[in-house]
C-alpha cells in the first residue's frame, strides 16, 4: 500500500480508525443525492467492514483506495476501482464531507491519484462516471483532465427509485505520465506484484 503527497494532503489506505469519518461520508445527504453505493453504511460497524474490504481489494491488486487527510484529518476519498492490468485501465470515484467542499480538495486529490495510476502503476486509461446534473463533479472531472465521452443511459440505479442517466468522462496517460512510470526506480510501488499492489 501506498501514500502520496498532493499539494497540501495526503493520500493514504484507509485504516479501521477512520470509519466514523468513512460513515459521515456515506450518509452525507449530498453524497447520497448523487451516489447509489453497492454496500449499506449505516453504523460504524458497516464503515469497518467497508474499510477492511478495500485492504483487501489494494492486497487483491484490483483497487487502490486512499483517505484523503488534511493535517491528519480525513476530509474525503479517492480510489481506483476495478483496475484491469490486461486493459491497463481502472475507474475512479471521490467524495469529500462538507466542510473540505469549495477549497479545491477533490481537484487535488483526483489529480494526484491520477497521474500517479497514469504514471508509477503504468495504467493507459482512467474513467470517471458521475450521474447526469452533478455539475461540481462534472467540474472537477474536466479539471483535472477527464474529457466527456457520452452518457450512459438508465445506467445507475437512482436511490429516489427508478434509474439514472450517467456521464463518462476519460483520461489517458500522455508522454509525460508514460516518461515519468518509466524513470520511476520503485518496483513495488510501479509495477503490479502477484500478490497486488505495493
Avoid: K
Amino acid at each position: 500500500m501506498v501514500e502520496i503527497s498532493a499539494d497540501g494532503l495526503l493520500l493514504r489506505p484507509w485504516r479501521e480508525e477512520d470509519a466514523p469519518r468513512l460513515l459521515r461520508g456515506f450518509t452525507d445527504p449530498e453524497f447520497r443525492r448523487w451516489s447509489t453505493p453497492r454496500v449499506t453504511v449505516a453504523d460504524e460497524r458497516d464503515a469497518v467492514d467497508v474499510i477492511r474490504g478495500r485492504a483487501l481489494g489494494w492486497r487483491r491488486g484490483d483497487t487502490a483506495s486512499f483517505a484523503v487527510t488534511e493535517d491528519g484529518v480525513v476530509v474525503g476519498s479517492v480510489a481506483l476501482n476495478l483496475i484491469d492490468w490486461f486493459e491497463h485501465s481502472a475507474r475512479v470515484s471521490y467524495w469529500t464531507l462538507p466542510e473540505a467542499r469549495g477549497r479545491g480538495i477533490a481537484t487535488r486529490a483526483l489529480e494526484r491519484a491520477g497521474s500517479w495510476a497514469l504514471g508509477e502503476l503504468r495504467l493507459h486509461r482512467l474513467e470517471l462516471r458521475h450521474a447526469v446534473g452533478h455539475q461540481a463533479s462534472c467540474a472537477v472531472a474536466q479539471a483535472c483532465g477527464y474529457a466527456l465521452e457520452g452518457t450512459l443511459r438508465g445506467a445507475m440505479i437512482d436511490p429516489a427509485g427508478g434509474f439514472r442517466a450517467l456521464h463518462v468522462h476519460g483520461r489517458v496517460a500522455d508522454r509525460d505520465e508514460a516518461r515519468a512510470g518509466d524513470a520511476d526506480e520503485s518496483p513495488s510501488v510501479a509495477a503490479r506484484s502477484d500478490d497486488g499492489l505495493g
